[in-house]
């Protein structure tokens, strides 16, 4: 003999924790569909380009003592032709290395260098 009064505790142990579920992984579902927390661009982001002739200025005057004024090489390893990424080139500016100081070009002169080095890095 089951009344209904009798099946209620046990449509409550199936129903409650099944409409938790639903309310509780539609959230999440629909929170990381919204992805409101987007990541800051910049750490791994694409890297801006800037104006690639004031680049090659820019290179002349602050990097070209070390490594040439065509990025031949010279104190500093050569740049022309050599095979990074304008994102290895952004470390390495952004961080320096062995004598080279970090921080010697940013923003947008730091986009225009990089403009710059994307045209004479290998392809
Ligand atoms: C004081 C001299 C000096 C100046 C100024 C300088 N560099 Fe350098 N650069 C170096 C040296 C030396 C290295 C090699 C670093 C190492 O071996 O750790 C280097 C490495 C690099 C690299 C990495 C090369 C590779 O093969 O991994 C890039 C890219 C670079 N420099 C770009 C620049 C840019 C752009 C500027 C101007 C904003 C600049 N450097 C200014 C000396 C210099």
Redesign the pocket.
Known sequence: MSTPEARWPLRRIVLVPLVLFVVVSGTAFTLAKLHLAKPAAGAAGPVTLGDAQRGQM??KQ??G???GMNAEGK???R?AG?H?TVA??KT??DN??????GG??SGSR?AD?LAY?AKIFAP
Do not use: D, K, N, R
């Not at 320096?96 to 100081?101: A, D, E």
């Open positions: 820019i290179f602050t990097c003592g070390c490594h104190i500093g390893p740049l050599a990074l290895q080139a390495q500016i320096g290395s062995g004598i080279m100081p010697l070009v730091e260098v080095l």
